[in-house]
T-cell receptor, first 112, second 112 residues
Framework: GDSVTQMEGPVTLSEEAFLTINCTYT??????LFWYVQYPGEGLQLLLKATKADDKGSNKGFEATYRKETTSFHLEKGSVQVSDSAVYFC???????????FGPGTSLSVIP | NAGVTQTPKFRVLKTGQSMTLLCAQDMNHEYMYWYRQDPGMGLRLIHYSVGEGTTAKGEVPDGYNVSRLKKQNFLLGLESAAPSQTSVYFC???????????FGEGSWLTVV
């Protein structure tokens, strides 16, 4: 079935370090891909998205490129800040699908 | 600018009690969802609705019921609460033609 796999956390980085959170997916079709972020005590917020192959989503210094050949949508940021500490969820939705499928989430802690 | 609102935010129940979580959205979205979030398991879909008067089961529907009597409201009911239903519950909504899901801030439920 359709699914999303993310790298295991938690991830701990020093401020200004480079961030990569891996996400791969399995889907029958051509999904739209998303990264959501959840700050402590809050709901999920859309961080970025890409709707077709080779699209790059970007927001707040984060980027992810839709790679159809490797079925991946890895999240990157060149220089993380303490305020980026949160849980990050990769997700997919197929056009004919009512549902959105989420990965298990990756917890990120950024230390000064 | 309310978006998706969930009530209550916190609740403690005794085993066997019943309760209803209310989700309200003011964006005129057709689709609404109830997820539960548990440590290490990410978000799992309980039930969802593609329009007023319609509901469908997600991946973990047992022990829950839902109703969508009005387009803006989606109710999640626990008829006889069990400790396994201790979780954080998130409501979400989206337009039928849209990709972005909007989340509420969550409802923390503890069953003792």
């Amino acid at each position: 079935g359709d699914s999303v796999t993310q790298m295991e956390g938690p991830v701990t980085l020093s401020e200004e370090a480079f961030l990569t959170i891996n996400c791969t997916y399995t889907a029958t079709g051509y999904p739209s891909l998303f990264w959501y972020v959840q700050y402590p005590g809050e709901g999920l917020q859309l961080l970025l998205k890409a709707t077709k192959a080779d699209d790059k989503g970007s927001n707040k210094g984060f980027e992810a490129t839709y790679r159809k050949e490797t079925t991946s949508f890895h999240l990157e940021k060149g220089s993380v800040q303490v305020s980026d500490s949160a849980v990050y969820f990769c997700a997919l939705r197929l056009p004919s699908y009512d549902k959105v499928i989420f990965g298990p989430g990756t917890s990120l802690s950024v230390i000064p | 600018n309310a978006g998706v609102t969930q009530t209550p935010k916190f609740r403690v129940l005794k085993t066997g009690q019943s309760m209803t979580l209310l989700c309200a959205q003011d964006m005129n979205h057709e689709y609404m969802y109830w997820y539960r979030q548990d440590p290490g398991m990410g978000l799992r879909l309980i039930h969802y609705s593609v329009g007023e008067g319609t509901t469908a089961k997600g991946e973990v529907p047992d022990g829950y019921n839902v109703s969508r009597l009005k387009k803006q409201n989606f109710l999640l009911g626990l008829e006889s609460a069990a400790p396994s239903q201790t979780s954080v519950y998130f409501c979400a909504s989206r337009q039928s033609s849209g990709n972005t899901i909007y989340f509420g801030e969550g409802s923390w439920l503890t069953v003792v």
